[in-house]
Every structure is written in structure tokens, then in C-alpha cells.
């Protein structure tokens, strides 16, 4: 399969999967709990993964790292902010600290954003078109 075509469906699994989420029946406060650790953990993903995507031009090695970041710490900070707005979705009147997690989530989606686009160009910059990460 080609690359496009795999960034094109995953494109359209990550699309379903958030329709579906945002049509789930809101079960008001249930699930408030989870929101403080998810956001913060976010907002630190976000952070590591800009740095991380940040540091692959100095790394001496940096296929691991590609992998680390592509695989783990960009999805890890782009699912638990999306996460948290989900949380909060229906919350009108939310407080300060429901404001607050979700600017963090907010924060995090952009640093998630930030480092994937880092990452694709150091790929595209640094990698022959169509070989496996790892080679070449």
C-alpha cells in the first residue's frame, strides 16, 4: 500500500472515530474525573513531542526517534486533548478549571499539530521518497 493511500485512510478512521464520539449520548459529570490528569497529561506530550521532533536534525540517529514520535508521542498528545474536550463537550457553565484543561487541551492539539508537521518535513527533507523508515 502506498504511503498516501495509508495516510488517507487513516485520515478517514481518525475522522469516524471522532463522529462517533461527538454522537455517544453525554453522560454529564460521570467521566469529570478524568479531565485534570488527561489534560495535563496532554499538554506535557505536546511539549516532549515539539522537542522531541525539534531534535531529529541533531540527533545522530534519528530513525528511532521518527518512530517514537510518530508512533507514541504524537498520537498520545493529539488523543488524550481530544479526549478532554470530549469530557467537557456538553458543559456549558463549565468553571475556571474546566476552562483551564480545556485551553490545555487546546495547547496540546497545536504542539501535537506543530511536531507532526516537524517531523513530516524532516522525512521529506531527509529521507528518500518511498523507502521504509530505517533504510536508505
Given at each position: 500500500m502506498q504511503l498516501a493511500l495509508q495516510v488517507l485512510v487513516s485520515l478517514l478512521i481518525v475522522l469516524a472515530v471522532l463522529w462517533v464520539m461527538?454522537?455517544?449520548?453525554?453522560?454529564?459529570?460521570?467521566?469529570?474525573?478524568?479531565?485534570?490528569?488527561?489534560?495535563?497529561?496532554?499538554?506535557?506530550?505536546?511539549?516532549?513531542?515539539?522537542?522531541?521532533?525539534?531534535?531529529?536534525?541533531?540527533?545522530?540517529?534519528?530513525?528511532?526517534?521518527?518512530?517514537?514520535?510518530?508512533?507514541?508521542?504524537?498520537?498520545?498528545?493529539?488523543?488524550?486533548?481530544?479526549?478532554?474536550?470530549?469530557l467537557y463537550r456538553g458543559d456549558a457553565t463549565a468553571g475556571q478549571t474546566i476552562h483551564l484543561q480545556r485551553v490545555q487541551a487546546r495547547a496540546a492539539i497545536v504542539m501535537g499539530l506543530i511536531a507532526v508537521t516537524l517531523g513530516y518535513l524532516f522525512v521529506m527533507t531527509h529521507k528518500t521518497p518511498f523507502t521504509p523508515v530505517g533504510t536508505g
Open positions: 461527538w454522537r455517544l449520548p453525554w453522560r454529564g459529570e460521570a467521566l469529570y474525573g478524568w479531565g485534570p490528569p488527561l489534560a495535563l497529561f496532554a499538554a506535557w506530550a505536546g511539549l516532549l513531542a515539539v522537542v522531541l521532533a525539534a531534535l531529529l536534525w541533531v540527533l545522530p540517529a534519528p530513525d528511532f526517534w521518527i518512530s517514537v514520535s510518530f508512533l507514541l508521542l504524537d498520537p498520545a498528545a493529539l488523543a488524550s486533548a481530544v479526549l478532554v474536550l470530549w
